[in-house]
């Protein structure tokens, strides 16, 4: 990966410990499911989605371009609906 040490980098620095993403194929088109872990997701988004660093800017930029999401422009929280650990 081009930017695996940036991404890593950028994922540290926000309190990220886990991410992980997978394309799920539905009949109205794929949907990216994302999965991420941190002591504190609300605070480890804010920063990301209000940091300067350079490879967080790409990234949200990158992802406004391919899933019309805009971090920067603000976003609720989901709302968690399951959390099953065997």
Do not use: C, K, Y
Request: aromatic share 6%; no cysteine.
């Amino acid at each position: 990966m081009e930017r695996r040490d940036d991404h890593t980098a950028s994922r540290v620095r926000h309190g990220i410990t886990r991410e992980s993403v997978w394309i799920q194929s539905t009949p109205n088109g794929d949907v990216a499911v994302v999965l991420i872990e941190s002591t504190d997701i609300p605070a480890a988004l804010l920063d990301l989605a209000t940091s300067q660093e350079p490879f967080d800017v790409w990234f949200r930029d990158h992802l406004l371009a391919v899933h019309g999401i805009d971090l920067a422009g603000g976003m609720a929280m989901p709302e968690p609906v399951l959390d099953f650990r065997g």
